[in-house]
T-cell receptor, first 116, second 113 residues
Framework: DQQVKQNSPSLSVQEGRISILNCDYT??????FLWYKKYPAEGPTFLIS?????DKNEDGRFTVFLNKSAKHLSLHIVPSQPGDSAVYFC???????????????FGKGTKLSVKP | EPEVTQTPSHQVTQMGQEVILRCVPI?????FYWYRQILGQKVEFLVS????????KSEIFDDQFSVERPDGSNFTLKIRSTKLEDSAMYFC???????????FGDGTRLSIL
């Protein structure tokens, strides 16, 4: 079952332009969402998160938008840089629900390539 | 910046043998996790550990798996009788409170021959 879906396996963007990575989820109990970046031979690195009580969270070049009614979130990177080239994973958890210890459900990832 | 450390980076083991994967979580963290990623597939949750006991586990985490925090700093995953399908990257993660993100180690690549 795919509770968290990233439907684009890859995305190519020109340096300086905006990168938009999308993620959909099906479980309405999810209340905490995260984006991780992963380089080959490394573990996922936390980028940015958003709680379900918000619809936007911003950190420098990275902004995450959450649309609860559509069960959709997106990560915007602007401006994109060649060093942003990596696989980006969307993840979700149901922290606010009794007994949950916040285990993460991951999407399959989107490989972002930023061309100079 | 504090890191989650995993050893070894690569483990090659004969099928049927026991293997122990080791992790040193970030020192003030309270919640510990193991995930795995089979080649070409998504990262999957295995088990969470809090207050010296398992708090949640997935269907993957069957009787061949166990976890332990033997000395207050290490967090280990033991696979008792390895199978070919256990070949994967195994990631350890930790966090310090319920609204903080999990931080991951660089993983152990487990290859079962």
């Amino acid at each position: 079952d795919q509770q968290v879906k990233q439907n684009s396996p890859s995305l190519s963007v020109q340096e300086g332009r905006i990168s938009i990575l999308n993620c959909d989820y099906t479980n309405s109990m999810f209340d905490y969402f995260l984006w991780y970046k992963k380089y080959p031979a490394e573990g996922p690195t936390f980028l940015i998160s958003i709680s379900s009580i918000k619809d936007k969270n911003e950190d420098g070049r990275f902004t995450v938008f959450l649309n609860k009614s559509a069960k959709h979130l997106s990560l915007h990177i602007v401006p994109s840089q060649p060093g942003d080239s990596a696989v980006y994973f969307c993840a979700a958890s149901a922290i606010g629900y009794g007994g949950s210890q916040g285990n993460l459900i991951f999407g399959k990832g989107t490989k972002l390539s930023v061309k100079p | 910046e504090p890191e989650v450390t995993q050893t070894p980076s690569h483990q090659v083991t004969q099928m049927g043998q026991e293997v122990i994967l080791r992790c040193v979580p970030i020192s003030n963290h309270l919640y510990f996790y193991w995930y795995r990623q089979i080649l070409g597939q998504k990262v999957e949750f295995l088990v969470s550990f809090y207050n010296n006991e398992i708090s949640e586990k997935s269907e993957i985490f069957d009787d061949q798996f166990s976890v332990e925090r033997p000395d207050g700093s290490n967090f280990t995953l033991k696979i008792r009788s390895t199978k070919l399908e256990d070949s994967a990257m195994y990631f350890c993660a930790s966090r310090d409170s319920s609204v903080q993100p999990q931080h991951f180690g660089d993983g152990t690549r487990l290859s079962i021959l």
